[in-house]
């Protein structure tokens, strides 16, 4: 993070525009929005620029001396003048002030972002001065997502803070309060215009929350397969609500990011023949988690309910009491193979398709391997790197083709993904050549033969 986003106070500041031109004009609407007292220092101004210039605002026309720092909270250089912009800089910097130089973010000690206003609420996009098309493109974006009348619903919300704060003790109750007010039929009331009849259900909402307990919840959230724009959308919003997060090793770092910041983060990853935490353990503690009040987010790797052991945690749940949601994400097997082009069925390859286990209970690879062995079928191993060349033999040995197409893929979805492709003899031989890293998926099929022509990732 090159720059730390801030809200500054600016009302009733004096603030330096070094610059009269049209860039200057833009900057001097923008702080005069935030109620700044301007003084502006340039040879000559533009008319636009003129017309903002009325007391308490000052204007100099004249050149940019070093004393016009004196009492100034902020400095704005925007001159087409390379060598003031950079004696502005020096000077400000030189008193720690804030400077800003258009356009040239190397003598930025900060930087103004594209603003989506909705006041009091904004949301700032930066892109730490590399790419202003883009931010502006992404804050037209998002000027086309949050409603004009948000405004109103944060300045509703800003009247009842105190109220809330003092009949509601806790901050995580404080925080779910605020969360069903937003989520639910208040802000939709307030967003229509029926802002009395929201004020009035707002109250109701408050007055039934104090006497509710501390209801805890679990929510199973599959993460997909690696690449965090293969969330649902459910789950991003889950993501935000948690109190504690307990996440695997296969959630990446990416994905992390995107829960709430201030949430509690456990990790309960497992690897073969080393468990972080049991999965007992594990299911004890979302219990125990919930019956403290929390709402506690379960984020495994792919989707809970294949070979991610999520029926037996929800058990538990069940069995305590305590509510949960589960959200299913996408596969490994279904994101890997569609990142690497090999889809798992195809009229002319494979009519059927297998999702199996690499490993067992006790990490042996004791399969049944009769049925895995047909015409017209594509079988996928998870979390089988180690037992590569055990399936590979197995197969061939219960009937398989020795030339059977296979393909390993390591870190699907991610940017460390990479595709080992060969037949059930040659692929154990290529694969212990390289340094691969897991989580790894198997695909076993003639549908391997279209990644050649169909790995668009390339």
């Not at 994400?329 to 690499?358: E, K, M, N, W």
């Not at 180690?386 to 061939?396: A, D, E, T, Y």
């Not at 993904?417 to 691969?436: C, D, S």
């Amino acid at each position: 993070m090159d720059f730390l986003p801030v809200f500054l106070r600016l009302r009733q500041q004096r603030v330096l525009l070094v610059g009269g031109g049209q860039v200057a004009l833009r900057k001097a609407q923008l702080l005069l929005r935030a109620e700044a007292e301007l003084v502006v220092v340039a040879h000559e101004i533009c008319d636009g620029l003129q017309v903002l210039l009325v007391p308490p605002h000052i204007c100099y026309l004249r050149s940019y001396e070093a004393s016009d720092l004196d009492g100034v909270s902020l400095v704005i250089a925007s001159t087409d003048d390379e060598l003031i912009n950079r004696r502005v800089s020096v000077d400000a910097k030189a008193r720690n002030l804030p400077v800003n130089v258009v356009d040239q973010p190397a003598l930025c000690s900060f930087i103004f972002p594209s603003i989506v206003d909705r006041s009091p609420l904004l949301v700032a996009v930066s892109s730490g001065g590399s790419a202003p098309v883009l931010a502006r493109l992404l804050r037209a974006r998002l000027e086309t997502l949050i409603p004009s009348t948000y405004g109103n619903l944060v300045q509703m919300m800003g009247r009842y803070r105190d109220t809330v704060k003092s009949r509601i003790h806790t901050t995580r109750l404080r925080m779910r309060f605020w969360e069903d007010i937003v989520n639910g039929p208040v802000a939709e009331l307030m967003l229509s215009g029926q802002h009395e009849r929201a004020e009035a259900l707002l109250q109701a909402t408050l007055a039934q929350s104090r006497a509710k307990g501390d209801q805890g919840e679990v929510y199973l959230v599959g993460a997909g397969p690696g690449d965090p724009d293969l969330l649902t959308f459910r789950a991003l919003r889950l993501m935000q609500q948690a109190d504690v997060v307990l996440y695997d090793r296969l959630v990446t770092k990416e994905i992390m990011r995107l829960v709430r910041q201030d949430a509690e983060r456990i990790h309960v990853g497992k690897k073969r023949s080393d468990h972080t935490m049991p999965q007992e353990e594990i299911s004890r503690l979302m219990v125990t988690l919930a019956q403290q009040g929390k709402r506690v987010l379960r984020l495994k790797g792919g989707d809970p309910f294949i070979f991610g052991r999520g029926g037996e945690e929800i058990a538990e749940l069940a069995a305590a009491g305590i509510p949960f949601q589960i959200v299913p994400g996408i596969t490994a097997a279904s994101g890997c193979a569609a990142y690497a082009g090999i889809p798992l069925t195809h009229r002319d390859h494979a009519q059927s398709v297998r999702f199996v286990t690499g490993h067992l209970k006790d990490d042996s690879c004791d399969l049944d391997w009769e049925p895995l062995v047909q015409a017209g079928q594509t079988v996928v191993f998870y979390m089988g790197l180690v037992s590569l060349p055990l399936i590979c033999k197995q197969l061939m040995q219960h009937g398989a083709s020795r030339d059977l197409p296979i393909a390993l893929i390591q870190q699907g979805t991610t940017p460390n993904q990479r595709v080992y492709t060969g037949t059930l003899q040659t692929l154990p031989a290529l694969v212990a050549n390289q340094n691969v890293q897991p989580p790894t998926l198997i695909i076993v099929g003639e549908v391997v033969k279209l990644h050649a022509a169909l790995r668009w990732r390339d």
